[in-house]
């Protein structure tokens, strides 16, 4: 009897999509680290909660994303490259803007951003950044990643970092006590946090109580109120005198009851000053000058344009640039380059506009300079 003949059905091309989406679990010898700390902590009170470090978060990984790079191999500057294309276009789904304020954000935060090459045929297609919080380092005997895994709701899929092009790109900030995991700003500020988050809670609680500290109801009768007397009064209290609503209401007093309001001496006000010291100290650990939050009490700088300069120097362009060099010599070997650097424009930075007048003003006036000297000396490749 002849069997019927089945055709082998062709297979189904190749689709570029993050492996981290479908979350399959891969299994592979060595042991993972967990981050020593609590990330969720650390973003729900400060980013969340924290007015002070979400506008330092913001303002960082926001100028962060403004920035536009050039692409260097060399001397030589690529006006347009597949690298320059992808950074701009990471995925479907998000722009090069919102890429670099995201990996920015997540330094700032944990310390820690990582970011999945999607390849397809052998050439690097798509960029996504994962949630810090939900990987790990799985160290090799060499004590380098040999691999990451990426938990998501109890199902773990495990990045082996081989190959030319590794897939995972890890950025760190400095810490000096982990060999692996790097050290965020917003920890350092931990303290500060802690202590303006609770001023605010107390603000908070005192408008609640009608704006103005408790008092004393002294009872100038004979004996003392009975339990049942005490109940009823302190009843009466919280329900028609405490509250916002209830600011400004008088009170009846009977049976020879006097109210004493009590108020704040000139040291328990010192919580306002300690609140804005907090708010001082959280700008200084991200290394935004408390002039461009609005912090009273601060003259650091003689303006605004200073104070911007100074943030964009010492803030923006280090974040950067640490992101611009890690994608460039993690992507490089992708497309075939030996040596390719992200640098950051900084002539296209409005910020910085008026000192690279001047810089371009001394270099143009320098006449002991050659025209590829000079080049040099505003940042560019010979022509």
């Known amino acids: 009897m002849k069997l019927p003949f089945f055709s082998r059905a062709p297979a189904p091309p190749d689709v570029k999509a993050s492996r981290a989406a479908p979350l399959v679990a891969l299994i592979s010898a060595g042991r993972p680290r967990w981050t020593p700390r609590d990330y969720a902590a650390l973003a729900g009170e400060g980013y969340l909660r924290n007015a002070v470090a979400h506008r330092c978060v913001r303002m960082i990984a926001e100028g962060a994303a403004q920035v536009r790079f050039s692409l260097m191999e060399g001397a030589q500057e690529h006006a347009e490259h597949p690298l320059l294309d992808l950074i701009a276009r990471p995925n479907a789904r998000a722009t090069g803007g919102g890429f670099i304020e995201a990996v920015a954000g997540h330094l700032l935060l944990a310390g820690n951003a990582y970011v999945e090459a999607v390849s397809l045929d052998g050439r690097v297609r798509e960029l996504h950044v994962l949630r810090p919080d939900r990987m790990k380092v799985v160290p090799g005997a060499d004590g380098w990643a040999d691999a990451y895994d990426y938990t998501v709701g109890g199902r773990t899929?495990?990045?082996?970092?081989?190959?030319?092009?590794?897939?995972?790109?890890?950025?760190?900030?400095?810490?000096?006590?982990?060999?692996?995991?790097?050290?965020?700003?917003?920890?350092?500020?931990?303290?500060?946090?802690?202590?303006?988050?609770?001023?605010?809670?107390?603000?908070?609680?005192?408008?609640?109580?009608?704006?103005?500290?408790?008092?004393?109801?002294?009872?100038?009768?004979?004996?003392?109120?009975?339990?049942?007397?005490?109940?009823?009064?302190?009843?009466?209290?919280?329900?028609?005198?405490?509250?916002?609503?209830?600011?400004?209401?008088?009170?009846?007093?009977?049976?020879?009851?006097?109210?004493?309001?009590?108020?704040?001496?000139?040291?328990?006000?010192?919580?306002?000053?300690?609140?804005?010291?907090?708010?001082?100290?959280?700008?200084?650990?991200?290394?935004?000058?408390?002039?461009?939050?609005?912090?009273?009490g601060d003259a650091t700088y003689a303006n605004y344009s200073e104070a911007n300069r100074v943030f964009w120097r010492q803030a923006v362009l280090p974040m950067a640039r640490r992101i611009g060099e890690g994608l460039a010599r993690w992507l490089a070997p992708g497309f075939g380059e030996a040596v390719l650097e992200l640098v950051p424009d900084l002539d296209a930075i409005e910020a910085l506009s008026a000192e690279r007048e001047a810089l371009w003003r001394r270099v143009g006036e320098a006449g002991f300079l050659t025209d590829d000297e000079k080049r040099a000396a505003v940042g560019y490749g010979e022509g």
């Open 157 to 296: 899929l495990r990045f082996l970092q081989d190959g030319v092009l590794p897939p995972i790109l890890h950025l760190a900030l400095f810490n000096p006590l982990d060999d692996h995991y790097g050290t965020p700003p917003l920890e350092a500020a931990q303290t500060a946090l802690d202590l303006h988050n609770a001023a605010g809670a107390w603000n908070k609680a005192l408008l609640d109580n009608a704006a103005r500290p408790s008092g004393a109801l002294v009872y100038g009768g004979a004996g003392n109120l009975s339990d049942e007397q005490f109940d009823r009064l302190k009843e009466e209290l919280e329900s028609n005198f405490s509250g916002a609503a209830n600011a400004g209401r008088p009170l009846l007093l009977e049976g020879g009851l006097d109210w004493r309001p009590l108020s704040l001496s000139p040291k328990e006000m010192d919580f306002l000053e300690a609140r804005n010291a907090a708010a001082r100290e959280i700008a200084l650990a991200f290394g935004v000058p408390p002039m461009l939050l609005g912090i009273p």
